[in-house]
């Protein structure tokens, strides 16, 4: 029996880390089920690694994913954006015609457009899969205001797009819930399905850390995006090295080093103890289980509400609790229900000394990295989320029903 045929369209690329965890690793394992075209747009420096390219292509050709990389264009800035989503249209409407997609899995929101547009002529169903409010974090991140003709024009695609998809995938609880405010005559009737991101849980496990290793505290991922409170990160780690002295620091991001050295400032006590470093994807593991506590504070409103920071499923996958801020997705929830880490509830010093406070008691409960691993599994697991695209799938097919 022929394989049910998924095109999936993203403009994240298979060479970049996202791309790697959060589309190939949920298509390895549905190509056990489904014919998958991946249609992806790289980054003209990521594509000029040609072992990593030949890498990503052995990887789709081993898992029979038949991948058509575009290059990611930046400019203009206006007409960028404009000019995928018409090589991307194109490309759809293509295999379309050539019966490779019963199905269109649409990431984000400008792929979900063009997957509209496709259902419009052909009828061909798509799942709308949110990844987060995109009109909502370009406005918190300063790229668009509220009320412009882009916005107005994002916040028609939205509606557009959760009203006619064959299912909504949604990262949070918390953004199907404002969703379901603003779009109730859309969502009335909709199938609206909750997956969370997904960390190699295979990878990022707890390790058993040497008595005489020094505490490490981290920070993993952008922290200049204009989503992430890097002033925040300032003063918690300033605060950290004042009360910790031989504490150790470490950012692991592709940002530019020095700005955001610059960025964290403090004194040369806090400066001599702070390293920062890019690391290829498969490597960030063993890095993150030398770590004690890691950090993340992004920043809060309507923007973070769909937001599932990979880093968080990573960072409780290796047995480590979270120094957080609320607000951002169901970050907050997941903190408190399992009681893996502490919230900041502002910045200021007293607010981070309180959080450092319940951050001391934390630490001395013996259950607590058994404890961040089970959450992790209970909501981070990549098999549990294969398996929910894997229905998805199913139910918008009608297979076995």
Not at 77 to 99: D, H, N, Q, T
Request: hydrophobic fraction near 40%; proline fraction near 4%; charge should be neutral.
């Amino acid at each position: 029996m022929n394989k049910p045929s998924i095109l999936y369209i993203t403009r994240n690329g298979m060479l970049e880390p996202l791309g790697q965890s959060q589309v190939l690793s949920y298509l390895r394992g549905l190509s056990i089920d489904y014919r998958i075209t991946l249609i992806s747009f790289e980054k003209p420096d990521d594509l000029e690694n040609i072992i990593a390219l030949e890498n990503v292509r052995s990887d789709c050709e081993a898992h029979d994913i038949r991948w058509l990389p575009q290059r990611f264009h930046y400019k203009p800035k206006l007409i960028a954006p404009l000019w995928s989503m018409i090589i991307l249209f194109y490309l759809c409407l293509r295999e379309v015609l050539r019966g490779n997609a019963d199905l269109i899995h649409a990431r984000s929101y400008i792929p979900a457009a063009v997957a509209l547009f496709i259902n419009y002529l052909k009828g061909t169903p798509f799942i709308f899969d949110m990844r987060a409010l995109w009109p909502e974090e370009l406005i918190t991140a300063g790229s668009i205001k509220r009320g412009s003709i882009i916005y107005k024009i994002l916040i028609w695609v939205e509606r557009q797009c959760l009203g006619n998809a064959a299912t909504v995938v949604s990262l949070t609880h918390a953004a199907v819930d404002y969703l379901k405010t603003e779009y109730e005559k859309e969502l009335k009737e909709q199938n609206i399905v909750v997956i969370s991101t997904c960390a190699d849980l295979t990878r990022f496990i707890p390790l058993i850390k040497s008595t005489s290793q020094p505490e490490i505290y981290s920070c993993i991922g952008t922290v200049l995006s204009g989503w992430f409170h890097i002033e925040w990160l300032s003063r918690c780690f300033q605060s950290l090295a004042k009360r910790y002295p031989d504490a150790q620091f470490e950012i692991i991001t592709r940002d530019n080093a020095e700005v955001v050295r610059k960025a964290i400032g403090g004194d040369q006590n806090l400066q001599s103890k702070l390293t920062i470093y890019s690391l290829p994807s498969e490597k960030v593991h063993e890095a993150v289980q030398r770590h004690t506590v890691s950090v993340m504070f992004f920043k809060e409103g309507l923007g973070k509400l769909g937001s599932a920071p990979t880093r968080l499923g990573e960072i409780l996958g290796c047995g480590l609790p979270v120094i957080a801020n609320a607000g951002v997705g169901d970050v907050a929830r997941i903190v408190e229900k399992y009681h893996v880490g502490v919230l900041v509830k502002e910045n200021s010093d007293a607010a981070i000394q309180k959080a450092l406070e319940e951050l001391d008691i934390l630490m001395k409960d013996p259950h607590l990295a058994q404890r961040c691993r089970n959450a992790a599994e209970e909501v981070f697991s990549l098999q549990k989320g294969t398996e929910a695209y894997r229905t998805v799938y199913k139910y918008i097919l009608n297979i076995g029903q």
